[in-house]
């Protein structure tokens, strides 16, 4: 591949942003060349009309000075810049009036020396510029200081050429001195002041940035600083690479602003993000500079650093909206007035306690003392209404509970705060409360009060108030009478030296006295002895007694006589043990009486049996079937003594509650009873571990399968148990598809001897086992069916 073919290749795997940014350098280039061609043309032909100039002039002065100069006054009378010749020793030979009025010296009066009047400052360079005049002939713009006569320092630019003599030969020197004394310190001044403006710049607190289409030029050290950028970094970003706009469409809008010419100077604020990922807020204010043709050639822009501030405002506009918000969900009503009783705040009950048909944002503004005409006459006493408000604005006095009564009946209650910062008065908060019905409660409260003090006064409980070291301070009628003894004679009594304790008794009290110093409260029963020595039983609820600011005073009891029920609960104890008793009887006896029936009816058993296996080659069909049917009803009625056996002691029996396991519970209960080869049991989801008694629970499922399986008809017979939970209860379902229960039997069946059909194995007794284990448990049980379709029996267990 050719050379030329292969930087066309690389030309080619630039981007378009590449090619675009050499393009644009290649025709600032070329104009650049331009520019300086044309500077040089112009140069070139200024030094050659200077050179055809100073021709001229040296055969002028050249016949000057073989003429001893006579005639240079008249020749350049009309410069008017000063000019002077000088010999080579730098000597004057002559100047203008010029020139004598601007160095002070005059030639004709004093040698004049140009070498002397040079700053020392400027030596080394006059005497290379005067070399150089030696060796080219011409010296332009020439800048020194001098020292004149009677102005002295002055800046002076100089350009001069030679006088060559007709052999060639350097003879003198002209030129013509021009006073840049002003420009220079112009200059020194616009240098000391572009010092300033550096020193100020980097020392400001403010992030300063030049930008040149939209590259960052140059930044201060605060900036650097402030990014952790270093400045080289920072000369390759634009200032939309380190920032973002908070508010985009503003800033749009301030940019075509800019754009158009219509503004040269806005503020916006930038979020920046530092080099190390942090972020802060910057107020950027920019400024436009433009050129004479007012297209923007480069802006400054100063970063503010306002994060502090932005945090701070984002703290108070937080704060702001939560007090607003705070204001505005009061169940009170609030109105805030600045200085000058202008509403700036109002909330939703304020606008519904004086019925104001307007949201509380419409009303900021509005003038409230005008609105308080407007509104008076909601008050029972409009004038006093408003004297009043204009008296607690006078004095600017913190007021509160003060009360307002309206026309509709309602009562509102109001408080008045004032509002100072820095001690000069700044407005004024009002707060309204309804308190009609707290006001109509305590009227109320007053009544009743009356009316149950007389109750108490009256009632059939006896009610005392003791103080902390039990004395009565006030006892009603019917404690008087319990006690015997007249009211007067009790107030101030230790109670307990009234009641007739015994020592048990008395412990007992003083316990509970205890208790309502920790403030508990508590019911109890004492036995007392009255004055005429009689013993009563009483039922004492005692509570403690408290002040207004919750502090425990004492306490107050009240008193029931339960001496008859008390007689009666023994009298119910005496029957309750003799009702266990017989019933500890009964269960004996019912173990005896199934032992002694079970006997004869198992010798029975056997002795069909034998007859049966002896005889039955000799007995006809009838014989053997009602050998048959003898063993049948012997173990019908040895199944019915379980049943009821089973019955009577299954409330009886402790429950031993243990962790059972539902699903196990149902493997062994399949192995245990008959299961018809057309019948299968399923489970329809895991079954539970619960805790319960496992002899009932295994009882209690049993059963359950045990009639279900021996009702199904069907060719192919399904059980399913399921299990649902409730909150307090586990639900389980058994579901056959079997013959079905007639709806009449849905509630008989539970009851002992009650069974369906011809089942002559059926004892009646299975189910209502069932509905008592059930009973036990706090659980319910019934039954959905349906006949030819099945049943699904349903009970529930307390967790």
């Known amino acids: 591949m050719k050379k030329g073919q292969k930087s066309n290749l690389s030309l080619n795997k630039m981007d378009n942003t590449d090619v675009s940014i050499l393009h644009r350098a290649l025709i600032r280039e070329k104009k650049a060349r331009q520019a300086a061609e044309r500077l040089l043309e112009e140069k070139s032909k200024e030094l050659y009309d200077a050179s055809l100039h100073l021709k001229e002039a040296n055969g002028k002065l050249e016949a000057m000075l073989d003429n001893q100069g006579s005639r240079i006054d008249g020749a350049f009378v009309n410069i008017i810049d000063p000019y002077v010749v000088m010999d080579m020793t730098t000597k004057v030979l002559n100047m203008n009036t010029s020139a004598k009025e601007f160095l002070g010296y005059d030639n004709t009066k004093e040698n004049v020396v140009l070498g002397d009047l040079v700053h020392k400052d400027y030596l080394e360079y006059t005497a290379e510029s005067f070399k150089s005049l030696l060796h080219v002939g011409v010296l332009k713009n020439y800048n020194a200081k001098i020292i004149t006569k009677n102005k002295g320092e002055k800046y002076v630019n100089i350009n001069a050429s030679l006088i060559y003599n007709e052999k060639g030969q350097p003879i003198a020197a002209q030129g013509v001195i021009r006073d840049i004394t002003k420009q220079e310190e112009i200059k020194q001044l616009l240098e000391d002041q572009k010092k300033q403006q550096d020193i100020i710049v980097e020392n400001s607190s403010l992030g300063i940035v030049l930008i040149v289409d939209d590259k960052i030029v140059k930044a201060n050290k605060t900036f650097v600083e402030l990014l952790g950028y270093s400045t080289n970094e920072l000369k390759k970003l634009s200032i939309d690479k380190i920032s973002t706009i908070e508010d985009v469409s503003l800033y749009k809008d301030l940019l075509e602003n800019t754009e158009r010419g219509a503004s040269d100077k806005f503020s916006i604020v930038r979020i920046f993000h530092k080099k190390n990922g942090e972020t802060i807020y910057g107020k950027t204010s920019v ?416 059963n359950f399968l045990s009639n279900a399986v021996v009702n199904i008809e069907k060719e192919k017979g399904l059980v399913e148990i399921g299990c649902k939970e409730t909150p307090t209860h586990w639900e389980f379902s058994v579901k056959d598809n079997g013959v079905g229960i007639p709806k009449e039997y849905h509630e008989k069946i539970f009851q002992i001897f009650q069974s369906i059909g011809n089942n002559e194995r059926s004892t009646g007794i299975g189910l209502s086992i069932v509905k008592k284990i059930i009973d036990r448990y706090e659980g319910r049980v019934w039954l959905e069916s349906e006949i030819g379709k099945g049943t699904t029996f349903y009970f529930t267990l307390k967790k």
């Open 287 to 702: 400024s436009a500079v433009r050129n004479e043709n007012g297209e923007i050639i480069y802006k400054v822009a100063l970063i503010e650093d306002i994060t502090n501030d932005k945090i701070s405002e984002e703290k108070l506009r937080a704060s702001e909206e939560r007090l607003t918000t705070l204001i505005s969900n009061l169940q009170t009503g609030i109105l805030l007035e600045d200085e000058n009783r202008k509403m700036v705040l109002t909330n939703q009950m304020f606008c519904n306690l004086f019925k104001i048909p307007l949201a509380p944002e419409k009303l900021k503004g509005i003038n409230c003392e005008k609105s308080l005409q407007k509104y008076k006459h909601l008050f029972v006493d409009p004038e006093h209404t408003v004297k009043r408000i204009n008296h607690v604005l006078e004095k600017k006095e913190l007021v509160l509970s003060d009360e307002l009564e309206l026309v509709d009946g309602r009562t509102f209650e109001r408080d008045y705060i004032p509002l100072f910062i820095d001690d000069v008065y700044k407005g004024h908060l009002w707060s309204y409360n309804d308190i009609t019905f707290r006001k109509n409660y305590r009227r109320n409260l007053e009544i009743q009060k009356e009316k149950y003090g007389s109750i108490i006064a009256n009632m059939n409980l006896g009610l005392v108030e003791i103080d902390a070291d039990s004395k009565i301070l006030l006892v009603n009628n019917r404690y008087s009478e319990m006690i015997g003894i007249d009211i007067d004679h009790l107030i101030g009594k230790n109670v307990l030296d009234i009641m007739g304790l015994d020592e048990l008794n008395m412990s007992k009290m003083k316990s509970q006295f205890k208790k309502r110093t920790k403030n508990e409260s508590d019911s109890y029963e004492v036995e007392v002895t009255l004055a005429d020595n009689t013993k009563r039983h009483w039922l004492i609820s005692g509570a403690p007694r408290y002040d207004e600011n919750g502090q425990i005073l004492g306490s107050i009891g009240v008193h029931l006589d339960i001496t008859k029920q008390k007689l009666l609960e023994n009298q119910k104890q005496e029957l309750v043990n003799e009702l266990e008793a017989s019933n500890k009887g009964l269960q004996e006896y019912a173990h005896i009486v199934s032992h002694d029936l079970k006997s004869p009816l198992r010798s029975v058993s056997a002795l069909a049996t034998w007859l049966y296996d002896d005889y039955k080659d000799k007995l006809d069909e009838s014989g053997r079937y009602n050998l048959k049917m003898m063993q049948e009803k012997v173990e019908g009625m040895d199944n019915l003594i379980t049943g009821i056996l089973n019955y009577s002691t299954v409330n009886n029996e402790a429950l031993d509650n243990t962790e059972v396991d539902i699903n196990e519970i149902i493997q062994s209960i399949e192995e245990i009873i008959f299961i018809p080869d057309n019948v299968k049991i399923k489970v329809t989801n895991k079954l539970p571990i619960i805790l319960a008694d496992k002899t009932k629970i295994h009882q209690l499922f049993q």
